[in-house]
């Protein structure tokens, strides 16, 4: 158990890990949608927000829909059914097929995935820049050779090896899906993610760099796709007078009272870009000297949104932790300490840290999954972690690192106190 510390005062209101920052044009474009009596899923504010989204990524069309995830799941039936044909019944175009998918993420990288009857295939984890290792990718398409689909995620807003990923799929005609919810505005050699997939996805949840309290688009070159997920996702209603149904539909769109919010956050994108990355750069020269390193930012390919701040802690400088499924206890020693000490700490001054994103290889829901690693099946490996260390890429950042506080309104003087309380846990 954590001792509370005295010697740090509480923040009197929380600093949170990442809550949204309004700026005053959202207010003003939500009532001109009701003054104008648009509260529907039709809009100004929804043209504009699709508008303002390909411009700001670089792609042929956006489509606004209620989630990140509505988004996804559409992506992965249009990839289902390209690459294995109309679905019988109109859901399931994945049905009993495998999809390679990152394995440190959300689940909603992966659910859609079994939305439309696929098999998820985990990839572990390099630790260049915390995403889908391409040994790992390449090693899965030998083993698994008749895989078609694979969906990857860009991890706290840093890119993945888009190139090396890039042409594994292309070498074995798969089709990329982009899950760029936490990447918006991120760059790899100079091109946005969410640019890079036949069919990508960037989120407006209230956690997100730009939000609308929810939300999400989808984005794609491709008009027919483009086209069918707009169809899709207003019931899939066919050009009649009255309703008429030939495919299966969902109530996917975006309102235009939620694109309302989002039209005016994203002018400020890269001014929420720059106070994140002012964060991660006070982060990094407060733990100097320190047995930590951050999340991977500082990189030569590109340029990441630097939307959550996290640090891992060296081997060495771990005490004793053990995590079951929802139990933790630690052991304290002396100058070590683990990530549920430092997260405790931190909420002591009511401020809201977070652990790593629990990889979906390690999740109850999806452990009879296969799950790749460089030299093959990731599985076989899990004796090494009843030895106490870990197994894989992704188990090994999940054990030692953690989400810090990264909220663009948090003050320097706030973060200086979260540094302190962190360096402390060394003592
Ligand atoms: C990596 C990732 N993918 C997908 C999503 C889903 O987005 P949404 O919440 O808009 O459905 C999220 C976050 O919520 C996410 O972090």
Known sequence: MFKENNKFQKFESKVWLSSPTMH???????????????MSTVGKNINEVERMVCETIGCKYAVALSAGTASLHLAMKLAGMEAYGMPKVGHGALEGKKVFCSDMTFDATVNPVVYEGGEPVFIDTEYD??????????????????????????????????DELNAIIKKHNAILVEDAAE?????????????????????????????????????????ESANKVRKWSTQARENAAWYQHEELGYNYRMSNVIAGVVRGQLPYLNEHIAQKKAIYERYKEGFKGLPVSMN??????????????????????????????????????PGKTCPTEILEAISSINAEGRPIWK?????????????????????????????????????????????LPSDNKMTVEQQDRIIEVIRACFE
Not at 192 to 210: H, L, M, R, V
Not at 310 to 324: F, T
Not at 390 to 397: K, N
Request: aromatic content about 10%; glycine content about 10%.
């Open 24 to 38: 005053g044009p959202e207010i003003k474009y939500v009532k001109e949608a009701y003054e104008t009596n648009w």
């Open 129 to 162: 820049t915390w995403n889908m290792d391409p040994a790992a990718l390449e090693k899965a398409f030998e083993i698994y050779p008749d895989t078609k689909v694979v969906v990857i995620a860009h991890l706290y807003g840093t890119p993945g090896k888009v």
């Open 296 to 333: 991977p930012m500082d990189l030569e390919n590109s340029e990441p949104n630097y939307w959550l701040s996290c640090l891992i802690i060296d081997k060495d400088a771990m005490c004793k932790q053990v995590r079951g499924e929802q139990d933790v206890c630690y052991v304290k020693e």
């Open 359 to 403: 990889p979906m290889h390690m999740q109850p829901i999806y452990r009879l999954n296969p799950f790749v690693v460089r030299d093959g099946n990731g599985r076989a490996r899990s004796n090494a972690y009843i030895a106490g260390e870990a197994a894989d890429a992704g188990m090994d950042i999940f054990t030692r690192g953690l989400c």
């Open 183 to 223: 990447s918006m505005g991120a760059t790899y050699k100079g091109i946005q993610t969410g640019a890079f997939g036949k069919y990508n996805t960037i989120s407006f949840n209230g956690n997100k760099i730009i939000t609308g309290s929810a939300g999400g688009c989808f984005l794609t070159d491709d008009e």
